[in-house]
Nanobody, 115 residues
Framework: QVQLVESGGGLVQPGGSLSLSCAAS????????MSWYRQAPGKQRELVAA???????NYADSVKGRFTISRDNSKNTVYLQMNGLKPEDTAVYYC?????????WGQGTQVTVSS
């Protein structure tokens, strides 16, 4: 059974930090590019960051220099370290695994940046 389970969301003040984790089933993690997406109220879901099997990363311009994506292949887990958080980072964050044309999604975790 394919599973992606996110954790680590919450409420943080502007300028603060949060770390998100996504534990994936081994059968998809070992094959997939892993990504974080987010969706704010009234907006489309957007790519935040991605990391390939080989460790190549890609970031949305809005988070470059503030967020870091990484993966631990021994733990089937992908992480998103978020620093310098801004109110506009408020959204539900989703973990995604992609293998060829197939995508799997986690249930999402809420991140709220507010004073």
């Amino acid at each position: 059974q394919v599973q992606l389970v996110e954790s680590g969301g919450g409420l943080v003040q502007p300028g603060g930090s949060l770390s998100l984790s996504c534990a994936a089933s081994r059968n998809i993690f070992r094959l997939s590019t892993m990504s974080w997406y987010r969706q704010a109220p009234g907006k489309q879901r957007e790519l935040v960051a991605a990391v390939t099997l080989g460790g190549v990363t890609n970031y949305a311009d809005s988070v470059k220099g503030r967020f870091t994506i990484s993966r631990d292949n021994s733990k089937n887990t992908v992480y998103l370290q978020m620093n310098g958080l801004k109110p506009e980072d408020t959204a539900v964050y989703y973990c995604n695994a992609q293998f060829t044309v197939t995508n799997w999604w986690g249930q999402g975790t809420q991140v709220t940046v507010s004073s």
